[in-house]
Nanobody
Framework: QVQLVEAGGGLVQTGDSLRLSCAASGRTFADYAVGWFRQGPGKEREFVAAITRSGGTTSYTDSVKGRFTISRDNAKNTVHLQMNSLKPEDTAVYYC???????????????????WGQGTQVTVSS
């Protein structure tokens, strides 16, 4: 098993940046594909970004392409989500998720992930 802890959320203004972190403990982190999801007020949880085990391939939902960047440092058991040009519609609780996977696996649906963090709140004011 792996335990995930998110950090880095906060209250920012439109156009600001935030960098979220997902710290993992437990099994070898490099065995896991990782994704970020978010759930806004009154909304369903939605996919944001994903990264393969090595970090060589990434995927993003259309609404964050060009603004968000997912990256990972397996030596430090950490995945980051750099969020630039934030908008009020980015307001949500952000969750990281992980699943043991093949080397090139990317997943964009919540049901494909086995492990979840507790979430970190991001609020973007207009």
């Amino acid at each position: 098993q792996v335990q995930l802890v998110e950090a880095g959320g906060g209250l920012v203004q439109t156009g600001d940046s935030l960098r979220l972190s997902c710290a993992a403990s437990g099994r070898t982190f490099a065995d896991y594909a990782v994704g970020w999801f978010r759930q806004g007020p009154g909304k369903e949880r939605e996919f944001v970004a994903a990264i393969t085990r090595s970090g060589g391939t990434t995927s993003y939902t259309d609404s964050v392409k060009g603004r968000f960047t997912i990256s990972r440092d397996n030596a430090k058991n950490t995945v980051h989500l750099q969020m630039n040009s934030l908008k009020p519609e980015d307001t949500a609780v952000y969750y990281c998720a992980a699943v043991t996977s093949g080397y090139y696996f990317l997943a964009s649906t919540a049901r494909e992930y086995a492990y979840w963090g507790q979430g970190t709140q991001v609020t973007v004011s207009s």
